[in-house]
T-cell receptor, first 117, second 115 residues
């Protein structure tokens, strides 16, 4: 099946710095990728939809200037957490569906555990 | 307002018995439903799905049932094994030609299978 790779799997950064998370579709082209955030004991909350070659669409309540999304190619989307603060510490997961297969499951990256100290 | 609800945060089942995880949804536009399994610090892995034109889909030990009129689906695992212990997420999506719509997730149910 299709594979989505996410990197890094965990990162610790200092408050005020920026962190970039990469999401790659390995064997299909993803015009659209999705970024989720999971809080402890909570569901996976959609943050934004990343569109190749155009601006991302953010969900209500998600700061677009804080969570910068770039989808420069059909196989790569990046999420940059800018000026990170401890409350940004969370588990971030990307996903994509293979458009060539129509209505199918979404494939998820391995997730990134971000800890801001 | 949660569109996908998993009202049981946890479930304990003895090894060999049936595990039944339930999910309700409110959005009548949803027509594709999925179950994912998730371990801590990992991304979700796909288990099984069902489209709204069916009421049952089976894959090995996993069966998903869909009751559209009740807006309810369930995942049956039989026989349950200790390795099934994880958090199970129910997800739903509406159909587009490209298939490029995000999934909406429930809060998950933590299944513990006791040996």
């Amino acid at each position: 099946g299709a594979v989505v790779s996410q990197h890094p799997s965990r990162v610790i950064c200092k408050s005020g710095t920026s962190v970039k998370i990469e999401c790659r579709s390995l064997d299909f082209q993803a015009t659209t990728m999705f970024w989720y955030r999971q809080f402890p004991k909570k569901s996976l909350m959609l943050m934004a939809t990343s569109n190749e070659g155009s601006k991302a669409t953010y969900e209500q309540g998600v700061e677009k200037d804080k969570f910068l999304i770039n989808h420069a190619s059909l196989t790569l989307s990046t999420l940059t957490v800018t000026s990170a603060h401890p409350e940004d510490s969370s588990f971030y997961i990307c996903s994509a569906r293979d458009p060539g297969q129509g209505l199918t499951e979404a494939f998820f990256g391995q997730g990134t555990r971000l800890t801001v100290v | 307002d949660q569109q996908v609800k998993q009202n049981s945060p946890s479930l304990s089942v003895q090894e060999g018995r049936i595990s039944i995880l339930n999910c309700d949804y409110t959005n009548s536009m949803f027509d594709y439903f999925l179950w994912y399994k998730k371990y801590p610090a990992e991304g979700p892995t796909f288990l099984i799905s069902i489209s709204s034109i069916k009421d049952k889909n089976e894959d090995g030990r996993f069966t998903v049932f869909l009751n559209k009129s009740a807006k309810h689906l369930s995942l049956h695992i039989v026989p349950s094994q200790p390795g099934d212990s994880a958090v199970y997420f129910c997800a739903a999506s509406d159909f587009t030609v490209s298939g490029n719509t995000p999934l909406v997730f429930g809060k998950g149910t933590r299944l513990s299978v006791i040996a």
